[in-house]
T-cell receptor, first 115, second 109 residues
Framework: GAVVSQHPSWVICKSGTSVKIECRSLDFQATTMFWYRQFPKQSLMLMATSNEGSKATYEQGVEKDKFLINHASLTLSTLTVTSAHPEDSSFYIC???????????FGPGTRLTVT | GIQVEQSPPDLILQEGANSTLRCNFSDSVNNLQWFHQNPWGQLINLFYIPSGTKQNGRLSATTVATERYSLLYISSSQTTDSGVYFCAVSGGGADGLTFGKGTHLIIQP
């Protein structure tokens, strides 16, 4: 149990367009999901915490108007990168947490390339 | 926020060797997890271990919460153990994980 999926696995988009990434918990309900970003050969950095039915909480330095997060159900959170620029190119990874504990389970990630 | 330091940053070993990876953290935690990131970027959960000792096959982990460190042991290393190992923690009312910089492990045949 505790499987998390992401879609798409990779995406290439042109500068100025928007891209939506989906994160789903497949076999459990997740009140809380998280979005992380990883640049090449670096560690993961928390971008935001997504809570079902409420506004996301963004980490300092993350533009909430650029990275729109929606957590409309207990199994789905989406991250939309608006007006993407080449510097937004990165590996985006989501995680989900069961309601009964703090352990997080990670999706396979989405590699975004903005040309 | 909590600071996480991992050591060593890089480790090259021969197949069959044992290794110890260390994670130091700066404050009390309610979550500590060890991950292995495979070449495709997927984070594989190894241990959820905010305190105590756990074992899973050739891998084991120990967290001494009072001294703010955790150790990951890999015995009889195999080439498939190669990759980056991350320690991540949360605490102080924050739910999101803070990751260390990782240990890049290379197991040579």
């Amino acid at each position: 149990g505790a499987v998390v999926s992401q879609h798409p696995s990779w995406v290439i988009c042109k500068s100025g367009t928007s891209v939506k990434i989906e994160c789903r918990s497949l076999d459990f309900q997740a009140t809380t999901m998280f979005w992380y970003r990883q640049f090449p050969k670096q560690s993961l950095m928390l971008m935001a915490t997504s809570n079902e039915g409420s506004k996301a909480t963004y980490e300092q330095g993350v533009e909430k108007d650029k990275f729109l997060i929606n957590h409309a159900s207990l199994t789905l959170s989406t991250l939309t990168v608006t007006s993407a620029h080449p510097e937004d190119s990165s590996f985006y990874i989501c995680s989900a947490r069961r309601d009964r504990g703090p352990e997080q389970y990670f999706g396979p990630g989405t590699r975004l390339t903005v040309t | 926020g909590i600071q996480v330091e991992q050591s060593p940053p890089d480790l090259i070993l021969q197949e069959g060797a044992n290794s110890t990876l260390r994670c130091n953290f700066s404050d009390s935690v309610n979550n500590l997890q060890w991950f292995h990131q495979n070449p495709w970027g997927q984070l594989i959960n190894l241990f959820y271990i905010p305190s105590g000792t756990k074992q899973n096959g050739r891998l084991s982990a120990t967290t001494v919460a009072t001294e703010r460190y955790s150790l990951l042991y890999i015995s009889s290393s195999q080439t498939t153990d190669s990759g980056v190992y991350f320690c991540a923690v949360s605490g102080g009312g924050a739910d999101g994980l803070t990751f260390g910089k990782g240990t890049h492990l290379i197991i040579q045949p």
